[in-house]
């Protein structure tokens, strides 16, 4: 386990949660405003995982969302480091049933507080589609501020900023 929050354990991905990963990104409402595209199959998402090489080069990554009352997986929420951009930014993405519950600001409230923690990180992004209105939502509930406007995938994105405070 990285993050404990009330409800949540938030927890390195490993190619045992597959299966899940698969799932979550076969749901078209889900991967709608992310321009990514869904995995051909859960062997495919498995292969993702195993190469995924964020946690060994930065020490964090995006995790999975363990729901503590059942052990449910939820999805994943984390940072990311993109060295080309030289920004950390802070996403997520839960099952389609667990909209609107909280979890996403929840855990996306962690993420960012524990990467603000982190002597290495200033500041931290978020991006969102303008029409993905929840996810802007979750961007201002966690602190961030609307920084500008850029191309997100062709579509118009929202640029989200928020920086470690200054003592």
Known sequence: MVLETERLYLREMNPEDAESFYLLNLDPEVVKYT???P???AEEARQFLKNYDQ???YGFGRWAVIRKEDGAFLGWCGLKYTPALGEVDVGFRLFRKYW?????TESARACVEWGLDQPEVDEIIGRAMKENT???RVLEKIGMTFHGEFDFERHPGLLYKIERPQI
């Open 39 to 41: 995995f051909e199959n």
């Open 55 to 57: 946690y060994k080069k």
């Open 100 to 104: 609107n519950q909280g979890y996403a």
């Open 35 to 37: 321009g990514d595209k």
């Open 134 to 136: 929840a996810s802007i």
